[in-house]
């Protein structure tokens, strides 16, 4: 493939996961005014302002480590495991802003962070395998999904 091609790539991973991104906003977007501030939340709440550039940042550097796992042999295995995993994970990542906020449940969204977490956790391991820094551009993000999974158990406990 061509330097230029693997660019382009790139920029469709980027699209991609940041269009995720873009697809759990507009889930959220009428609860956030509405119904998520009626909510009891802890003291540690991020301020909603905080939200949208850290994932827009996890975005990008999920869309790059993909891709540099991509760009080993996407004949083999263990590339095509790690990429399943990442599509499969950030199919739950945009699914839990429509659990947790279209749904207005807490409790779903609980499910699906869980099961993200996990998806997170095994395409970390998988991306290492590949690619060290793949693997280590997943770090702030599997360190902000931990953060958001206790984040959601709170407030399910908390209402």
Known sequence: MTRANQWLV???FVVLCLAAGG?????????????????????????????????TVLYVLMAIAAW?????DTR?????VALMLFFAQLVFNCLWSFAFFKLRSP????????ILLALLLLTTRAFFKQSKAAGVLLLPYVAWASFA???????WRLN
């Open 76 to 80: 083999s295995s263990g590339v095509r």
């Open 107 to 114: 409790a779903i969204g609980l499910v699906d962070i869980l």
């Open 149 to 155: 999974t206790v984040l959601n158990f709170t407030i």
């Open 68 to 72: 540099l796992v991509w760009k080993n």
């Open 23 to 55: 697809v759990g906003g507009w889930a959220v977007s009428q609860a956030i005014v509405d119904w998520y501030p009626t909510l009891n939340k802890p003291s540690w709440n991020p301020p909603p302002w905080v939200f949208g550039p850290v994932w």
């Open 10 to 12: 790139l920029f469709g």
